[in-house]
């Protein structure tokens, strides 16, 4: 994992849910409030700040999520470094290929329609590997985000009613609208599932918080330059693979400036991303406008929407099969369990063989586990788990294998 400009050295760990919905465009970047924080319902271990560097005032974590909640910087600008490493076996490329095939359906870089600068096919390269973002904001309306690559670079711009994704490597546009003249949604926005930020971790983080998490503060930290308290956050239950979520919060702002994540079975972070530089200064205006560059594809988000396949799986495909998806347990174990309708578990025959050969070779990254509902394979990563019974059934969570398995058998 490449360093953040910060001493803190603790370890931490979250698990995120699947979401879904349309997103207005100012919540790709703008470091708003965070919502929904009731420090009444949250089972807060009391602890104050230990002594460190830098010598802050000593606050509770209760008062420090509030701080947190009530942070309502508009303006700000900076480089962000992100590092993800769920610990995936390496496929040879196959991941890729089959992200890019699901993520974005025919046009990000394929044959089909579309445009390879749709940022909800771009960004889900920020799922895994490191990266370097620069971000800036300017209020609800201007918001700005740059994925730095070798020799290229990925902008995705809101300005006012309009958004632009920009690929500088395929020399591609997208646009889109946030709004017509009633205030209301005028064209589809593209959706940022994909957190990018501190603060975008940090939220899902604390949405987390129950009465089966351990909430502390861990002491303070210098991120990009800036005073910071640690904010930590366990899982109280046994079972989870999360170990501890550390967000760094910048003491005058409540900014979330640096989150990290390790998992339970310890070892380098899941997931690290902090701001390397920051400041709280409102952006020049021209950060944000934007023009497509002569010879420049331009594809409008009406137009995308019309390809058939576009960011979608096909119809009776993986979309169909999670209609039926059911979240049993609670807290830190919740396990997302639904029928995949296959009845067959991993592909075991075909009839020129090709289909078995995928499946055996699947089937070599997982563990064969069986149990009161049979068998199945439990394929691993680092944070989320995920078994596939022999009769079609999936249950996925940030839990252990046994966990996993305990579940399938109680579902008989």
Known sequence: MAPIDSDDNRTAGEGEELRAGRRKAARYVVPVAVMGVAAATI??????????????????AEQLIEKIAKSDVQQMSGTVRINTDLGLPDLGGLESGLMSGMS????????????????????????????????????PDRQKLSLLENAAEYSLIHNGDDVWGYDSKSNEVYHSTTSGSDGRPEK??????????????????????????????????QVAGRDAYRLVVEPKQDGSTVGAITVAVDAETGTPLKFT?????????????????????????STFDFTPPEGAKVTEADESAKAPEHGRPAEGGLAEGLDGLKVVGEGWNAIATFDTGAGGGL??????????ALGGFLGSF???????????????????????????????????????????????
């Open 261 to 285: 994540l390790t998992p339970a079975s310890g070892g380098a972070a899941v997931v690290d991303v902090g701001f390397t530089e920051v400041s709280f200064a409102k952006p020049d205006a």
């Open 347 to 356: 592909p075991t025959a075909s009839p020129d063989g090709d289909l078995g």
């Open 104 to 139: 974005a359906g025919p046009g990000a870089g394929g044959d089909g329609e579309g445009s390879a600068a749709d940022p909800s096919a771009k960004l889900t390269e920020l799922v895994s590997g490191s990266h370097t973002l620069r971000v800036a904001a300017d209020g």
């Open 188 to 221: 589809d926005v593209p959706e940022k599932d994909v957190p990018a930020t501190p603060k975008d971790f940090a939220d899902q983080a604390l949405k987390a918080v129950d009465d089966t998490t351990s909430v502390t503060v861990g002491g303070t930290a």
């Open 366 to 412: 997982g563990d064969q586990v069986k149990g009161d509902f049979g068998s199945g394979t439990v394929f691993k990563t680092r944070l989320v788990n995920a078994l596939i019974t022999d009769d079609g059934k999936v249950y996925a969570g940030a839990v252990t294998k046994d966990a996993l398995v305990k579940a399938a058998d109680a579902a008989q």
């Open 43 to 60: 089972g807060l271990v009391p602890a104050l700040a230990d002594s460190g560097d830098p010598d802050l005032p000593k606050v509770t």
